[in-house]
């Protein structure tokens, strides 16, 4: 039976705050099928697990120099894995850069047809041009996305596609963000030291792309006529002052929960074609009313409308009021979200899928 290698650009677990690298700890947690972690030195290591490590040796770096290869640490990591003569499964993530290198190593070494790859893409438009994506797509075998709109986007824009895709939604972990009763809704507000009548989030990094700027200014507006409203800004501590907004710095993972869960509504102002939304998909399951740009994947996660508001014009300010005042009118109603619904077991299962399906292909 086929074994399944994990080519990492981070180190598994990993410390630091991220997306993909949570979807994978989530699943190593469990019952999985990954044999093999490439990557670099971790501060633990999941148990019954084969690891590689690429060190940052001096070694190496002469290597790499010489070679003008950046990935020959994981390459050469790769080699004593396939030695064992079995076929493999071998995993990348949105890491773009070492598929040609990959390509030449397996070229070289007659060890193409004992290897399934699978490129999870976390992105939502393509990534290569028409014409430059030929030789990527003609070497992976399989393109997993994030959403079918992500695929119907590449579908149309590309005039060849000779590999297969498939789909799988971000999951979270549901015993962790979930929606608490009215009554402990009012005790977190008070133990969080909130007393307006109705309290937004934003949660992100303070990038352009992320819409805070726009939602300040449209938070402004909404303050000269709803003045018992509060917006808590999760991600960065700006040194200014505005009427009605909390800047509340980095908040620990482990801490989030307690802010959706005290919010009313979630504000997502993307102004660009998000891949999915992770965040998204917390503060709904915590309770929160969700107000985001019908953008890239997002319409898909919020089922076209069904499970929150779409701005189909995010990049206009009115269409941003008329929703939170809509909402404040209270003629908006909160959806029922089904816990199972973009959870770490629905993607666990989903993962267990892709490598069953991954197998079945190598069998023959």
Not at 202 to 219: A, H, I, N
Not at 307 to 327: K, Q, Y
Request: net charge neutral; aromatic share 14%; proline share 4%.
């Amino acid at each position: 039976m086929a074994k399944v290698i994990l080519i990492s650009q981070f180190p598994l677990p990993y410390s630091k705050i991220g997306s993909w690298t949570t979807l994978y700890q989530n699943y190593m947690e469990g019952k999985h099928s990954i044999d093999y972690i490439i990557c670099e030195q971790p501060e633990t290591r999941f148990p019954n697990i084969h690891y590689e490590i690429v060190g940052q040796t001096l070694t190496l770096k002469l290597k790499k120099k010489y070679h003008k290869n950046n990935y020959i640490g994981y390459l050469e990591a790769l080699e004593k894995i396939l030695a064992t003569g079995e076929k493999h499964i071998i995993q990348i993530v949105d890491n773009f850069g070492i598929i040609k290198p990959l390509q030449e190593f397996l070229a070289s070494k007659g060890l193409r047809n004992r290897c399934y790859i699978q490129f999870f893409y976390h992105g939502f438009a393509p990534f290569y041009g028409n014409l430059d994506s030929r030789n990527f797509y003609e070497f992976i075998d399989e393109m997993v996305l994030l959403t079918y709109d992500s695929y119907k986007t590449h579908k149309e824009y590309y005039t060849i596609l000779p590999c297969r895709f498939s789909v799988l939604h971000n999951g979270i972990n549901t015993d962790k963000f979930y929606k608490i009763t009215p009554e402990k809704k009012k005790a977190l507000r008070e133990k969080l030291g909130f007393t307006s009548e109705k309290i937004f989030i934003w949660c992100s990094q303070d990038r352009p792309k992320k819409g805070l700027d726009l939602m300040l200014d449209v938070w402004n507006r909404i303050q000269e006529k709803h003045d018992n409203c509060t917006l808590l800004v999760i991600g960065t501590n700006r040194k200014e002052t505005i009427k009605g907004v909390v800047f509340l710095g980095k908040i620990p993972n482990s801490e989030l929960p307690d802010y959706y869960q005290a919010a009313d509504a979630y504000l997502f102002p993307t102004l660009w074609h998000e891949g999915f939304g992770l965040s998204l998909i917390e503060a709904m399951h915590c309770g929160c009313y969700c107000i985001a740009s019908a953008l890239g994947g997002v319409p898909e996660v919020l089922q076209y409308g069904k499970l929150g508001r779409l701005i189909e014009n995010p990049h206009f300010i009115s269409e941003w009021i008329e929703a939170i005042e809509e909402f404040l009118s209270e003629s908006s109603s909160y959806p029922s979200i089904p816990k199972e619904l973009y959870s770490k077991e629905d993607w666990n299962l989903g993962m267990e899928e892709r490598i069953f399906d991954a197998k079945k292909s190598l069998e023959r």
